[in-house]
T-cell receptor
Framework: KQEVTQIPAALSVPEGENLVLNCSFT??????LQWFRQDPGKGLTSLLL?????REQTSGRLNASLDKSSGRSTLYIAASQPGDSATYLC??????????FGKGNQVVVIP | NAGVTQTPKFQVLKTGQSMTLQCAQD?????MSWYRQDPGMGLRLIHY???????DQGEVPNGYNVSRSTTEDFPLRLLSAAPSQTSVYFC????????????????FGPGTRLTVT
């Protein structure tokens, strides 16, 4: 069974600092990895999808890397802002139509 | 495009009642799925569908039924609600699934918050 772990579970950073969020998975045979953002009481918003043939993906201040062989992905958010406060979830697609989620990194950016 | 829509946003049921959570997408996506999100448990897959007429069970299917008669709609039925089904339910869709390509990107609805008393 695929297990997805996100560390740390919660973190606070001062505004302007770079955020580094980690995601690890136990089975390296994945099709892709996707990072989501979830605001309190809301649905999931897709941030980045890293396809199986890619090692990283970038969108604005966000950069995500993927190392399938070691079962790790890292999401970098440059120059954090209070509006980046949210829970960030990673999910991997694997096996027979399965998507496994981590429990999230809860981020607070302090003004 | 409206994306993935879910109704209702909130619902309170009594134990033993039945109801249907609606999910629709207007992106011509083949793959649709239902998740529940509980504190400390993360998101867990209930049922999924790879196309009209095809459904399969996920990780926690007991107490739930699904059908997929059209590409656009994927309703989730609670047969006899129990307090353990109190949760937030999310519907998701993607153009394709497990191809390793960009069409695997998952889009989520805003969720239905269900309380069973």
């Amino acid at each position: 069974k695929q297990e997805v772990t996100q560390i740390p579970a919660a973190l606070s950073v001062p505004e302007g600092e770079n955020l580094v969020l980690n995601c690890s998975f136990t089975d390296s045979a994945i099709y892709n990895l996707q990072w989501f953002r979830q605001d309190p009481g809301k649905g999931l918003t897709s941030l980045l999808l890293i396809q199986s043939s890619q090692r990283e993906q970038t969108s604005g201040r966000l950069n995500a890397s993927l190392d399938k062989s070691s079962g790790r992905s890292t999401l970098y958010i440059a120059a954090s802002q209070p509006g980046d406060s949210a829970t960030y979830l990673c999910a991997v697609t694997y096996g027979n139509n399965r998507l496994a989620f981590g429990k999230g990194n809860q981020v607070v950016v302090i003004p | 495009n409206a994306g993935v829509t879910q109704t209702p946003k909130f619902q309170v049921l009594k134990t033993g009642q039945s109801m249907t959570l609606q999910c629709a997408q207007d992106m011509n996506h083949e793959y649709m799925s239902w998740y529940r999100q509980d504190p400390g448990m993360g998101l867990r897959l209930i049922h999924y569908s790879v196309g009209a007429g095809i459904t399969d069970q996920g990780e926690v299917p007991n107490g739930y039924n699904v059908s997929r008669s059209t590409t656009e709609d994927f309703p989730l039925r609670l047969l006899s609600a129990a307090p353990s089904q109190t949760s937030v339910y999310f519907c998701a869709s993607s153009y394709n699934f497990a191809t390793g390509g960009a069409e695997d990107e998952q889009y989520f609805g805003p969720g239905t918050r269900l309380t069973v008393t």
